[in-house]
């Protein structure tokens, strides 16, 4: 979808793709990175909201209404010390709220000849890794630069996830280079299926999304993506290929254990 500063224009805009896509047979849905706020550090303490706020409730009203899994992209959450986060909730279809990630991996970056940016001018970084159950398997959430760092997408994978989900704006600077091969590469190393979901493009914005929505498959193909365009993508996936793909290459049951092992450490549960 196409986002502009009008916050209430843009949780409209969000509710009817959600209805168009449900009623083309998507079981599940998913928005972009920062789909009622423009990206931009300036305007996450605009447009933050507590969780339960009239963004989060539009999400919740959008799910129940079409029926639908959300993953409502992200948008900027304040808790009750003042923290932003920039975070993603995940609706079942009844409108429940089933999980949320706050994007755990900040993008601080600064590419000579591209692109500027630091979120922890202003967001402060999650500490969990999220996966929720639905009625067609587990589902992994994470935002954005978090793809970009293989622990987290393998932690999901060892707590089962078989769809790994990344709302994402990646600019035109990293997209073009890294976007596709990223997705391709997650979803390869961890034989899942992976989806990422970005706002169109709008060269007007002073943050440039790459757009270019896809989804990737077990065997590290592209199923199916977008160009720069507002539109809405449709894609099939069959979960038992997950199996097929793993019984096939089996690198999964592969590692050496004995040797390396990757340990997810306690956290204190985020408030």
């Given at each position: 979808m196409r986002v502009t500063a009008d916050k209430a224009g843009n949780l409209t805009a969000a509710g009817d793709w959600v209805s168009r896509c449900a009623g083309e047979g998507a079981a599940l849905v998913v928005l972009p990175e920062m789909f009622c706020c423009p990206y931009d550090t300036a305007a996450f303490p605009q447009y933050a909201e507590p969780e339960g706020g009239p963004a989060w409730q539009a999400l919740a009203d959008a799910a129940r209404q079409a029926k639908v899994y959300l993953v409502g992209g992200s948008m900027p959450e304040v808790d009750p010390a003042g923290r932003i986060y920039n975070t993603c909730y995940i609706f079942d279809p009844r409108g429940r709220q089933i999980g949320k990630h706050r994007k755990m991996h900040l993008f601080d970056i600064d590419v000579a000849g591209g692109q500027r940016f630091r979120e922890s001018d202003t967001l402060s970084p999650g500490s969990q890794v999220t996966v929720v159950d639905t009625e067609f398997g587990r589902l992994g959430v994470a935002i954005c630069y978090d793809l970009r760092f293989p622990e987290l997408a393998r932690?999901?994978?060892?707590?089962?996830?078989?769809?790994?989900?990344?709302?994402?704006?990646?600019?035109?600077?990293?997209?073009?280079?890294?976007?596709?091969?990223?997705?391709?590469?997650?979803?390869?190393?961890?034989?899942?299926?992976?989806?990422?979901?970005?706002?169109?493009?709008d060269e007007s914005a002073g943050y440039v999304s790459y757009a270019n929505s896809l989804a990737a498959s077990p065997?590290?193909?592209?199923?199916?993506?977008?160009?720069?365009?507002?539109?809405?993508?449709?894609?099939?996936?069959?979960?038992?290929?997950?199996?097929?793909?793993?019984?096939?290459?089996?690198?999964?049951?592969?590692r050496r254990t004995d040797v390396y092992r990757l340990v997810e450490l306690p956290n204190e549960v985020e408030e």
């Open positions: 932690l999901m994978a060892l707590r089962g996830a078989k769809i790994l989900v990344y709302p994402g704006a990646f600019n035109m600077t990293t997209g073009p280079a890294h976007w596709e091969f990223l997705f391709r590469t997650r979803a390869l190393d961890n034989q899942v299926y992976l989806l990422g979901c970005a706002p169109a493009r065997w590290g193909h592209v199923l199916a993506r977008l160009g720069a365009e507002e539109d809405r993508l449709l894609a099939e996936l069959d979960l038992d290929e997950v199996e097929r793909v793993r019984r096939q290459l089996p690198f999964l049951q592969h």
